[in-house]
């Protein structure tokens, strides 16, 4: 099998992995959503940043996620709180797909991540790129064989 061959496997792999760890971390939240973090993953900051709340640490966010804890601590479910929002401030409470990529961009490019955690990405990154890698080796060479019969 060739270079280029191998190649393309190792950048499809990287490809996938990266796409399925970025798109979980900025998709999905694992905070339930009767917690603050959980209804505030779904929510844009209300500073002049473009962050997500949920990642958003100044002063307005902050007040922001302390009024979601009333309204949780209160009774009321995610979807209540998220309506109280939207009759609030309108669309612009409401983060849309491309709102939430830009804020964690945002958050990644300007320093919002500690060293270590930026460190095991990487690492995880790479060890799942390298096994995808070997899987789809032994499958190309499993294939290549068949074809040789």
């Known amino acids: 099998m060739g270079t280029p061959v191998k190649a393309a496997i190792l950048a499809v792999s990287f490809v996938i992995v990266l796409t399925f760890m970025s798109g979980k971390y900025i998709f999905l939240t694992s905070a339930p959503?009767?917690?603050v973090q959980g209804v505030s993953h779904s929510l844009a900051c209300p500073?002049?940043?473009?962050?997500?709340?949920?990642?958003?640490?100044?002063?307005?966010?902050?007040?922001?996620?302390?009024?979601?804890?009333?309204?949780?601590?209160?009774?009321?479910?995610?979807?209540?709180?998220?309506?109280?929002?939207?009759k609030r401030y309108g669309r612009a409470a409401l983060?849309?797909?491309?709102q939430r990529v830009?804020?964690?961009?945002?958050?990644?490019?300007?320093?919002?991540?500690?060293?270590?955690?930026?460190a095991l990405f990487v690492v995880i990154l790479a060890v799942w790129t390298f096994l995808l890698y070997l899987v789809?080796?032994?499958?190309?060479e499993k294939v290549a064989a068949r074809g040789k019969k």
């Open 33 to 35: 959503d009767t917690t």
């Open 47 to 86: 500073c002049e940043c473009p962050m997500v709340l949920e990642d958003c640490h100044m002063s307005c966010g902050l007040s922001w996620k302390n009024l979601i804890g009333e309204q949780l601590k209160s009774g009321l479910d995610k979807r209540e709180v998220m309506g109280y929002f939207y």
């Open 95 to 98: 983060l849309t797909p491309v």
């Open 102 to 118: 830009a804020g964690k961009w945002y958050q990644i490019t300007r320093g919002g991540y500690p060293v270590k955690e930026m």
């Open 136 to 140: 789809g080796l032994s499958l190309v």
